[in-house]
């Protein structure tokens, strides 16, 4: 009896860049999810989630988890890290401020 050893396929690293010039492929000039895998390398899920993903970004929805394909998508995503920052900076100042205060009004 023959015995069939699966390996696993190597993983492969490409930038967002790529991964929206394939979706783009798909999206717009109707490539087929085989032949971007046949280009890319990558296999079906990881294919099926670009178009999905740009799809969706193109559609203006912002991806919660990883990172945004589209220039505008990348952008909301900065912006909306920017403003939990600054959200968070303010949290611990007002309560640096409440601590102060409390310990002014002791040693009054």
């Known amino acids: ?19 929206l010039d394939y979706a783009k492929l798909m999206v717009h000039e109707n490539y087929t999810n085989k032949k971007i895998m046949a280009i890319s390398g990558a296999g079906l899920s ?8 740009y799809l969706a970004e193109i ?29 968070r900076d303010n949290e611990i100042l007002k309560k640096a401020t409440a601590l102060f205060a409390v310990g002014n009004q002791n040693t009054l």
Do not use: D, H
């Open 46 to 53: 990881a294919v099926t989630r670009w178009k999905k993903q």
């Open 1 to 19: 009896m023959t015995q069939i050893i699966k390996t696993r396929k190597e993983r492969i690293n490409l930038t967002i860049e790529q991964k």
């Open 59 to 87: 559609s203006g929805n912002t991806p919660e988890y990883g990172k945004a394909m589209t220039l505008e998508q990348q952008e909301i995503q900065s912006l909306k890290k920017q403003l939990w920052r600054s959200q």
